[in-house]
């Protein structure tokens, strides 16, 4: 059984950066061929794929957040990561990791999912 679980701060103030962690079991990261991604909701909205990285550690980043996103994986370790620059209160979401069989979508696995607050 894959198991995603994300871990980091429940709160982060204004202008830090967000980092957050995908531990994954049951499955490799390096695994051929899937997408390993974060996808978050903000109160109110769909959920808004943020980027990945691929079993081959190649890594994506939707241009909505491609200037301020940072994602990296530690096969040691068969985790990924995502960090967020320059947060704002419009950052404050659940933040999922996921698994995918295609960039973006085909998602199979999640995680439970964190809620991260930015506030002074």
């Known amino acids: 059984q894959v198991q995603l679980q994300e871990s980091g701060p429940g709160l982060v103030k204004p202008s830090q950066t967000l980092s957050l962690t995908c531990t994954v079991s049951g499955a490799s990261i390096t695994q051929s061929y899937y997408y390993w991604s974060w996808i978050r909701q903000s109160p109110g909205k769909g959920l808004e794929w943020m980027g990945a990285i691929s079993s081959s550690a190649n890594t994506f980043t939707s241009p909505s957040f491609k200037s301020r996103t940072s994602i990296s994986g530690d096969t040691a370790k068969n985790l990924f990561t995502l960090q967020l620059s320059s947060v704002t209160p419009e950052d404050t979401a659940v933040y999922y990791c996921?698994?995918?069989?295609?960039?973006?979508?085909?998602?199979?696995?999640w995680g439970q999912g964190t809620q991260v607050t930015v506030s002074s």
């Open positions: 996921t698994r995918g069989g295609r960039l973006g979508t085909n998602y199979d696995y």
